[in-house]
Every structure is written in C-alpha cells, then in structure tokens.
C-alpha cells in the first residue's frame, strides 16, 4: 500500500480519536525543514482536501539564527502546495543558547532551552496570526522515545500528549502523526519526492534522543514485537496498573485513609453525593476518604502552581472534613511549599475556620508554613 494512503488513514484515525481538527480552525504548523515536518505539510494539504473539515494551514518557519540559514526553498515548496510559508523572527536564540553552553561548560548547545523558546516563538506567532491551533509532526517513534527518555532520565511514566491545551497562551497543541511509524515518513518522503532541508543546529544528530533510538532500534531486532507493543502499552488503559493507583494514605488511627481516583466508575459514583459541573470534574484532581471499606468522603481539587482550591466536598460526617483536609494538605506541602489551600463551599466554613482557614474574598483561604502546620495536625492527633 502507499505511504500516503497509510499516512492519511492514520491521520485520521487519530483526529478521531483525539478531536484534533474542527471547522474553523487556523492551524499555525511548524515547519523546521526535516522529513517529519515535510512529510505533515504535504499530508494535512492532502487532508485538507479530502477531509469534510473546513480548516486553513499555516506553515510556520523559525529564524534561529543559526549559520547559513535560508528559507527560500521552503518557501518555494509551500507554495507549490498553495501555502505562504510564515517566517518567525528568533536569530536571537542561537545567541543564548551559545551563551548559556559557555556558563554552563558544555559542549553541546542546551536542547531543551532551545524547545522551550522555540515553542514560545511559535505561539506568539500563532496568536499574531489568530491560529487557535499549532501543529507538530512528532510521530509514533517519538512519542516511544520520550517515554523512554522520561524512564531513564525523568524518573516517570509519561509521553507527550496527542493534543494539549495551552491555558496562559489560549493555544491547542496537535499532533495528526501520533499513529504514524517513521519508517512511513520516510517511505512518503520518497515517494512524493518531497524536499527535505539539512539542519543547521550544531547538535543535530548528538543529543540523547539519538542515543536512545539506537536503543530502541537495537531492542527491536532482538524483539521484534517489542515497537508496536511499546505504542500498545501508551494506549492500554485498560492494563495499566503501576503502585500508586493503589496507594491508600492512612489519615487516622481509627481507620480513616483516602486514595487519589483514576477510575471513571469510580469519579461517577460521585454524582451521588456531589452536585457539579461537568467541566469541573473533568479538571479536577479526585480524592476519596474512606472508613475501612465504606466511602464517607468525596474532594475535587485543582491547583495552579502552588495555589490549590478545594472546588467541592462532601464528607458523611463534619468531624470528617478536619482529617480530610488536613492530612491532603499536609501530604501535599511535603512536596510543594509554600503552598495555599482554599474552599469554596460554604458549608464547610465553621470547620475551616475552626483550622485557621482566613476569609479573604468570600473564600476561605488556609496559608501556613510547615512547622505551624506540624504542630497543628500533631495537636489534632492526625501525625
């Protein structure tokens, strides 16, 4: 089968299943040069046309200023496609991250102060341009890599995500080749004789990233199950199973403990005891407070940084709300200090002023350093 009509059928599958594309959208796509941004220029021109999605595309190419920088070529490619190639101005970058190699006595250039500025450069055009979308071309092998490259050096289990919205820029990420093999890129390339343009970073071809798809590619020939099955496992909710989906933190001697909820069943049992909002759940963080086996609590919290709030709870007895809600700060504040707790349920306000929670605004705002915090949960028998 073609490359292409691999490439478009796994596009799609993936705007399926992830609601990457709608009507209306301007999508600002970063073209860098290389196979992989090529390959998505050609092939969402293609999807565009066959598509019933009413979407524009608009190529965007960043100045780094690194050496012997042209885009002229580019330009010429896109339009030949029907597209004006965008350029961004970042000659700045190069400058920096030279700058920060020398402080930092490396002697390769900073990659990930270049991505975070790079994706910067890129939004802010995007907004110029009134893009609500910014399209990437990171592909199946990438996403595999980064999970590997977040094992090894990150200490968690994670990839990037399909499509991620972006709340201070007011931007959504994408990426349409989430389920594309590279090897079909590079097929497509061939194919279609799409130009590819040499990159000009002085680290091209040395960062990590590199060392780990020689591990994965040597991983491979002695297991060649093991690439598709690493995307299966990136998408098998049904069995993943690490530790702490079953963590339990014991609140109290007599049996209180609670546990951070993952599982929709679980969250929907929640309507029973909760009113809210749909949208509300969906962005929060679930807890749930149990005595032995019996659910006698519910906490929706969301936090930015360091600032979390209790959107809504429901605990079976008020001499619950105490232990709840000062075991999960103090769990928290192990791990993010200083940080502030506040409650917008009103029902609750007796309790939480009774812990030190401060009325500020109509909410009720709990701010307190550790030792404080130490002395009071000991004080309540809760450490």
């Known amino acids: 089968m073609d490359a292409i009509r691999i490439v478009l059928a796994s596009i799609k599958r993936a ?34 046309r066959f598509s019933k999605i009413n979407f524009e595309i608009i190529p965007i190419n960043i100045d780094l200023g690194f050496p012997n920088y042209s885009s002229k070529e580019m330009e010429e490619y896109c339009s ?22 020398k402080l930092q006595n490396k002697t390769l250039l900073p990659c990930s102060i270049c991505s975070r500025m790079k ?28 999970l590997f490259l977040n094992e090894l050096y990150g200490g968690r289990i994670a990839t990037f995500e399909p499509k991620m919205f972006l709340e201070n ?8 080749f989430i389920y594309i093999d590279e090897k079909e890129i590079v097929r497509l390339i061939k194919e279609k004789d799409i130009p590819i343009f040499p ?20 991983l491979n020939k002695e297991f060649p199950s093991s690439y598709d099955n690493f995307l299966t496992m990136l998408e098998n909710e049904e069995q993943f199973n690490v530790l702490f989906l079953h963590k339990e933190n014991k609140v109290n001697s007599a049996g209180l403990y609670y546990k951070k909820i993952n599982d929709f069943c679980e ?19 679930h807890f749930h407070l149990f005595l032995n086996d019996e659910l006698v609590g519910i906490l929706l919290l969301t ?13 079976k007895e008020e001499n619950y709300f105490i232990p709840f809600v000062f075991k999960l700060y103090w769990n928290i504040s192990k791990k993010v200090n200083p940080i502030t707790f506040s409650l917008k349920k ?19 705002v709990l701010s307190m350093n550790p030792r404080n915090l130490d002395a009071l949960l000991k004080k309540e028998n809760l450490i």
């Open 15 to 48: 705007d399926e299943d992830f609601n990457l594309i709608s009507d209306g959208d301007r999508i600002a796509l970063g073209v860098s040069g290389g196979k992989d941004s090529m390959a998505l220029l050609y092939a969402l021109s293609l999807y565009k």
């Open 80 to 101: 030949s496609l029907g597209l004006e190639l965008i350029i961004a101005d970042g000659k700045t970058v190069y400058e920096i991250l030279e700058e920060q190699r």
């Open 119 to 146: 994706k910067a450069i890129i939004n802010k055009k995007a907004k110029e341009l009134n893009c609500n979308k910014v399209s990437f071309a990171h592909h199946k092998s990438d996403a595999i890599e980064t």
């Open 169 to 176: 820029e007011e931007i959504t990420f994408i990426r349409p």
């Open 199 to 218: 990159s000009n970073c002085p680290n091209d071809k040395k960062t990590k990233r590199e060392d780990i798809k020689k591990i994965i590619l040597s």
């Open 267 to 285: 969250v929907f049992e929640e309507f029973a005891h909760l009113k809210t909002p749909i949208n509300t759940s969906k962005k929060s963080i």
């Open 303 to 315: 936090n930015k940084e360091k600032d979390f709030v209790i959107e809504n709870i429901w605990v």
């Open 346 to 364: 009103r029902k609750y306000f007796k309790e939480a002023r009774r812990m030190h929670f401060e009325n500020k605004n109509g909410s009720y």
